[in-house]
């Protein structure tokens, strides 16, 4: 065993305090995901997603990679394996940690783009406002995958997932599509490894013989994960 994938989700980040999307009835920091993650949200009140993604922004600088996020980036460090991120998390903890192969599903919080030309991409820290433009003159807009939007990276990290040899999934309901379907890429006798404290089975292949669910946290979950992975290959 030499490549390890993982497919991160809002459960990886949740004990750096930041919060996940469904696990409050669909609400997300008190707002129908819709109303802010959505071009229709976004036609509607341009205001109030700036303002939504500006307050995500704030929190995310003021946050902290958690004991998980370290774990993989130190056994990516020390194992001698390769590990490939892919994350639908729009932070950049996984980065923080120290993580070097880290691809984003969803975009990212620290980038503002052009509204109407995908490719124009800016590093952004601070909030982005109403008459922020690009070099275009368009609004700018958070850098994140939208409800209805392509997912550009999802072919890139399907190859990435074709060429593991195990699987991680950690802080996920795999409910979101086309990240849910990664797992389809995996080869067949490759383990996958589920960790997340409420499990989604239903979402999951129950006909891989090969999966093992860890009803636990990240921070709990990942370092007996890493450390099983280490231990069978050294055997
Ligand atoms: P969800 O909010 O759907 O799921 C979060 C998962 O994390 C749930 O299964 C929880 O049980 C689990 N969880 C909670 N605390 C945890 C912990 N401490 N450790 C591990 N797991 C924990 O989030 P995602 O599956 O990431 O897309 O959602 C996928 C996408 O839907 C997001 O990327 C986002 C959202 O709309 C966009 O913003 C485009």
Redesign the pocket.
Known sequence: MKRIVVLS????S??SGLS????AGGLWEGHD?MEV?SPEGWARNPELVLSFYNQRRAQLLTSKPNAAHHALAAFEKESGFELDIIT???DDLHERAGSQNILH???ELLKARSSIDAELIYAWHKDICLGDTCDKGSQLRPH????GEEVPMISVAAQRVGQADAMII???????YP?ASLIDFLVPQAPIYY??????LSHMVTRNKNLTVLAQ???E?IPTVLQHIKKTASM
């Open positions: 989700g809002a459960g990886m949740a004990e996940t999307f469904r696990d995901v993650a639908q998390n729009v599903l969803h975009g994140i995958v939208w409800f950690v802080g996920t309901s795999l409910q979101v990240a960790i997340d404290p409420d499990p989604s946290t990240a921070t979950g």
